[in-house]
């Protein structure tokens, strides 16, 4: 009975790790990307919010894969992680200090661009740690990575308390929060990666040899959902504060926090959920929340976008968590990393990048009907996430979960 006590205190003592890691990490990204397009608006670098919000898209394309294949197989993914969050910090507090001293806007992007090299493999490796050392992921993972919300939220609102949301502070503060996360790797056990005499191509160096996965039609209808929801997405972080200031609400970093709020709910259901409904009923909902965010923000009223803001959040975790709880369970341990590592570069880079690029492109052309742009931007929106709905729904056949002892190889 004794020993029963001692484990199950063990137990909760590592949950309480894993818990506080994924809430300092949130913290310190939404404290850079909630207010970043403020930011800049307000220190007349509008012309690059696209191409600033764009740069972690980019650098989705290169080292998400390149450190989620150092991390499967040669260095421990906790200490990566360490050393991609010190150079995260630095990088964040040089993009802010040219902000702030009104450095050219091409060598600020540039900057930006650094820092989002730095951050993009930082949450799918931690996401790697977590599963990891995860008993039950289908019911331990979801409260788990709602702590990462919180620290979101958390974040968002150290902003607005510190009356930041346009000001360079909130990315030097960011930067102390990402040294934070670097300092609290110390306290975490090293994960060793498999020991092989296999010598490595060019292409499994760089991580490339993940896209084997894709040839698993199930595996492939998930990537492309998730893939397409992050276009519309991505131009919610930008162009959602400008709304919610013309309709007349300040401290929009702290607003923008309401879509957490039902993302922690979805997260704590998922544990409940996943056990009971075919995850094809799950995605489902996720997309069709989607859907209704943006329908309701197209009503352009105060009421109607609070409750697009808020529904942000139930989308999101009902989609891209299911999809990252979906690879933990029916891909390879020695395929973890650089699974998670590729839905970061399907979503965070080509999701991202085309949604970025594709939302400015929209918002200009939405610009030019005076009182009417906001209803047409996001119903264009909703119209794109309704078509992804359409398509997962006909596509996806949900064959079943391999046996646990089956899960050696790709699947």
């Known amino acids: ?46 012309a690059i919010k696209s191409f600033a919000y764009a740069s972690t898209a980019v650098a989705a394309f290169v080292s998400p894969l390149i450190f989620g294949a ?20 630095a990088a964040m507090a040089l993009a802010s200090t040219s902000i702030g001293l009104g450095w050219n806007r ?7 661009q650094l820092h989002a090299l730095c951050s993009a493999p930082t949450f799918s490796i931690s996401s790697s740690i977590v599963f990891s050392r995860l008993a039950d992921s289908e019911r331990e993972f979801g409260p788990i990575r709602a702590m990462a919300t919180l620290g979101w939220m958390a974040g968002c609102w150290l902003v607005s308390g510190l009356n930041a949301d346009t000001s360079p502070l909130a990315g030097f503060s960011g930067a102390v929060v990402w040294l934070m996360v670097a300092g609290f790797t110390l306290c975490l056990p090293a994960i060793e990666p ?82 009971r409904w075919r995850l094809k009923w799950i995605f489902a909902c996720g997309l069709g929340f989607g859907v209704l965010r943006f329908a309701l923000s197209a ?17 999101f975790a009902l989609v891209l968590i299911t999809a990252q709880i979906y690879l933990d369970q029916r891909v390879g341990a020695a395929w973890r990393t650089r699974a998670q590592a590729l839905l ?11 949604g970025f690029l594709g939302s400015g492109w929209w918002f200009a052309i939405c610009d030019r009907s005076s009182g009417a742009r906001w209803s ?7 119209a794109a996430v309704a078509a992804t709905l359409v398509y997962f729904l006909i596509s996806y056949h949900g064959k079943g979960r391999a046996p646990s002892a089956d899960r050696r190889g790709v699947a």
């Open 1 to 46: 009975m004794c020993s029963v006590r001692v484990q199950k205190a063990l137990r909760r003592a590592e949950y309480a790790e894993l818990a506080s890691l994924f809430f300092i990490q949130g913290a310190a990204m939404g404290i850079w990307f909630v207010p970043l397009a403020a930011v800049l608006d307000s220190h007349g670098l509008h």
């Open 70 to 89: 150092v991390a499967d197989r040669h260095v421990s993914p906790v200490k990566v992680l360490r050393g991609l969050a010190v150079a995260t910090a």
């Open 106 to 112: 091409w060598l600020i992007l540039a900057l930006i």
């Open 194 to 275: 498999p020991k092989t005499d296999e010598r490595l191509t060019l292409r499994q160096r760089l991580g490339w040899d993940s896209l084997a996965l894709l040839k698993d039609h199930d595996h492939r209808v998930v990537f492309i959902i998730t893939t397409l929801l992050c276009i519309p997405v991505a131009g919610f972080y930008p162009y959602a504060p400008q709304h919610l200031s013309d309709i007349g609400l300040r401290h929009t970093s702290a607003w923008m926090s309401l879509g957490q709020t039902t993302e922690i709910v979805a997260m704590f259901s998922l544990g409940a959920l996943l056990p």
């Open 299 to 315: 009503f352009d009223s105060k009421a109607c976008l609070l409750a697009g803001v808020a529904l942000h959040g139930a989308s």
């Open 344 to 354: 970061a570069l399907m979503n965070g880079g080509v999701g991202n990048l085309v």
């Open 376 to 382: 047409f931007f996001w119903g264009g929106l909703a």
